[in-house]
């Protein structure tokens, strides 16, 4: 159970860690677009980084999306795991109880 949670904590600090990431590339892109289109930017160069940045930006996303999946199955798991042990023990706790009876 420790392992689960353990793994947990670790799924949400990395999703943290992607999305302060994403955020930045978001406002470093949102940034270089104001530049590009004022006209103050290097031009070509300035549309390679935008394009870069994008990409950058898209794949950090994806990694937020795939790590969020992974924590809601990792969460489901835990449920039914717990749902498992009370089962088991309401089982026991019966049996003990009819032991208990005889």
């Known amino acids: ?5 353990d793994e947990n904590m670790k799924l949400k600090t ?18 270089d677009n104001k530049m590009y289109n004022s006209g103050s930017g290097g031009g070509n160069q300035d549309h390679g980084m ?6 950058l930006l898209r794949e950090a996303q994806d990694d937020v999306r795939l790590l969020n999946a992974e924590a809601k199955k990792l969460k489901k ?13 309401n089982k026991c706790t019966r049996c003990a109880e009819r032991r208990a009876h005889r």
């Open 1 to 5: 159970m420790h392992g689960i949670i």
């Open 14 to 31: 990395k999703v943290a860690v992607l999305e302060r990431e994403k955020e930045k590339l978001s406002r470093a892109v949102d940034h």
């Open 50 to 55: 935008i394009t870069k940045l994008k990409k």
């Open 77 to 89: 798991t835990v449920k039914y795991t717990k749902i498992s042990e009370l089962e088991m023990e």
